[in-house]
């Protein structure tokens, strides 16, 4: 079994997480909690704000790997009116759970990440929109808002300070696609979750017509460490081109299924062998999701993968929403792929074409595979389907999540394709019947 690797330079997000009662105020100020805010909104300037995340490195952590700092940038300065942060705390990622982890453990963070944020960029209202399964999470970032405001460190004057923040609470829908930042925005208004075409982008046209930067939950908990302890100490961790920590959500047929945070740069091998105490009794790795459901797959082969930026770039595929997903060897990859398929039709907003009926092709497709009825023209169909829905032929990324579910899995399991299309067996034997 390989080094248990983990963040060899010391935890950034759960750093406190051992300490009983973080997510009350009291625990949390003790530690240091809102000494950041304070720092900020008393001592620096919007611009030292964005200078220091930028010197961190800090990069989005809800799938699209945006630097922060530039995101923020992107706001105009010069605008008159209201300006938003919305927190994406949508997380409906098949395989990740780490916001909710996050949010649960340590709400404050949260929620001052997003005051600095707002501060950052000129704007005083932060909206968090949390996914509406997400109950206990709701509760405790309501109380802790409410904490925040009776204390005085948010509203009209937060430590004393000329500049009012604010930060509320909305609780999303109940879609996939309400955590894609455009169609979180159509929700937030109370519109159905549509993405909108692009440009403008919502740094200049985003919630009610207004700049908006859509940060996740993960991105913005990260902030008040960087302001306390400084950007540079923040990209002293992680790897040349991919800094810091970041979570990751295990789950599947390991030992120890779970969130952990990560220095950026270990491999796979160091998260599902070491962190996540390795493969349950008798079994093999078989594949993996490096990064949710929408990343593409890796074979057991590439376990030695680094978790930095390059290395997955390389192979075609993302870190994304950082959910890790094993699967061993008793597993059909064609009948993982054929339900991941199902999801993503589902879910398709049906706004665009390519997404809309692409999906729905792909599931027809798979379902007469599963029913023994595949042949070489299914294999066909299937790869021209997942092309139709790849390349910015959709309006947003979930066509492209399901594109690359079928791309990614016929490359590497293409024996597997085969079987079951031109000789009607499964090689796991099980899938068929279970289908
Ligand atoms: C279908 C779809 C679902 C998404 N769901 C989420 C989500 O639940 N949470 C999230 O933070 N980002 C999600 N994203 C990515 C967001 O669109 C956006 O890139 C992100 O919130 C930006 O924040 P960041 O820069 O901090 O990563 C999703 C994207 C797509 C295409």
């Given at each position: 079994m390989a080094e248990q690797r983990g963040t060899v330079g010391g935890p950034v997000l759960t750093e406190w997480f051992a300490k009983a009662d973080l997510h009350t105020l009291d625990v949390y100020e003790s530690l240091g909690g809102y000494s950041a805010l304070r720092k900020v909104v008393t001592t620096m300037t919007a611009q030292q704000v964005i200078d220091e995340v930028k010197i961190s490195g800090l990069r989005g952590r809800g799938g699209a790997d945006f630097p922060t700092a530039m995101k923020w940038s992107f706001v105009p300065k010069d605008h008159p009116g209201p300006k938003y942060i919305v927190v994406n705390a949508d997380e409906s990622?098949?395989?990740?759970?780490?916001?909710?982890?996050?949010m649960e453990n340590s709400p404050h963070a949260l929620i001052e990440g997003a005051a600095i944020a707002s501060f950052a960029i000129g704007g005083h209202q932060a909206w968090i929109y949390i996914r509406g399964e997400y109950d206990l999470p709701y509760e405790m970032l309501r109380d802790a808002i409410a904490e925040a405001h009776a204390k005085g460190y948010l509203g009209d004057h937060p430590f004393g300070a000329d500049h009012a923040l604010d930060v509320?609470?909305?609780?999303?829908?109940?879609?996939?696609?309400?955590?894609?930042?455009?169609?979180?925005?159509?929700?937030?208004?109370?519109?159905?979750?549509?993405?909108?075409?692009?440009?403008?982008?919502?740094?200049?046209?985003?919630?009610?017509?207004?700049?908006?930067?859509?940060?996740?939950?993960?991105?913005?908990?990260?902030?008040?460490?960087?302001?306390?302890?400084?950007?540079?100490?923040?990209?002293?961790?992680?790897?040349?081109?991919?800094?810091?920590t970041r979570m990751v959500t295990v789950s599947g047929d390991v030992k120890k299924p779970g969130n952990y945070e990560i220095e950026i740069g270990v491999t796979y091998?160091?998260?599902?062998?070491?962190?996540?105490?390795?493969?349950?009794?008798?079994?093999?790795?078989?594949?993996?999701?490096?990064?949710?459901?929408?990343?593409?797959?890796?074979?057991?082969?590439?376990?030695?993968?680094?978790?930095?930026?390059?290395?997955?770039?390389?192979?075609?595929?993302?870190?994304?929403?950082?959910?890790?997903?094993?699967?061993?060897?008793?597993?059909?990859?064609?009948?993982?792929?054929?339900?991941?398929?199902?999801?993503?039709?589902?879910?398709?907003?049906?706004?665009c074409t390519p997404c809309r009926v692409g999906g729905n092709w792909a599931v027809r497709t798979y379902d007469r595979i599963m029913a023994n009825e595949g042949s070489q023209l299914e294999l066909g169909i299937l790869e021209r389907v997942s092309d139709g829905l790849q390349n910015g032929r959709c309006l947003c990324g979930l066509g492209d999540a399901a594109g690359w579910v079928i791309e990614s899995t016929m490359r590497h399991f293409h024996d597997e394709y085969e079987d079951h299309c031109l000789r009607h067996t499964c090689n796991v034997g099980r899938a068929l019947a279970h289908a």
């Open positions: 990622e098949p395989g990740s759970a780490k916001d909710r982890y996050l509320r609470l909305y609780r999303g829908h109940g879609a996939y696609i309400c955590g894609e930042e455009t169609a979180l925005l159509e929700s937030l208004e109370g519109k159905r979750a549509q993405p909108r075409s692009r440009p403008p982008f919502p740094a200049v046209k985003g919630a009610w017509g207004l700049p908006t930067a859509v940060n996740n939950v993960e991105t913005l908990s990260t902030v008040p460490w960087i302001i306390r302890h400084g950007g540079a100490e923040y990209a002293s961790r992680g790897t040349e081109k991919a800094k810091g091998r160091d998260i599902i062998e070491g962190l996540a105490g390795g493969m349950l009794p008798g079994r093999k790795l078989k594949v993996f999701w490096p990064g949710g459901s929408s990343a593409k797959v890796l074979p057991a082969s590439m376990l030695d993968t680094s978790t930095d930026l390059d290395g997955l770039k390389a192979l075609g595929t993302m870190g994304g929403s950082g959910g890790i997903i094993v699967m061993d060897d008793s597993h059909c990859v064609v009948k993982a792929a054929a339900r991941l398929l199902r999801f993503y039709a589902f879910e398709s907003c049906g706004k």
